[in-house]
């Protein structure tokens, strides 16, 4: 996108600021196109289409490809939580060693 607009976007500021009366931008949609065009003192200093469909797939897709990893990375249903060990080993593991506990107090 960036490379696309760059070329636009500086044609956009060199005509707005061109003066008053002297530059002119106008966008539009029709037959399946969005259209920009840049005029700046009577001459086209840029202009550009851009099908619906890429443009809607400009502003939609990488919101969309961020929820698809998002729910990629998702645990699934059910699945305990992260860090915690399957068949209760978690509790056995944290509880301490009996018998080293005891050989302390005996000595």
């Known amino acids: 996108v960036a490379f ?4 636009a ?9 061109a003066g008053e009366g002297k530059g002119s931008v106008a966008a539009g949609i029709g037959d399946g196109e969005f259209t920009l065009k ?3 003192a009577g001459a086209t200093i840029w202009n550009g289409a851009v099908p619906m469909t890429t ?3 400009w502003l939609a897709g990488p919101p969309l490809l961020l929820w698809l990893a998002w729910l990629a990375t998702r645990p699934r249903r059910g699945a305990p939580p992260v860090g915690e060990l399957y ?6 593991e944290m ?13």
């Open 4 to 7: 696309r607009l760059g070329p």
């Open 38 to 40: 840049v005029v700046n």
């Open 55 to 57: 443009a809607a797939l």
């Open 87 to 92: 068949h209760g080993q978690r509790d056995v």
């Open 9 to 17: 976007i500086a044609a956009i500021i060199t005509a707005t600021s």
């Open 95 to 107: 509880q301490p060693d009996r018998e080293r506990i005891g050989d302390r107090d005996a000595r």
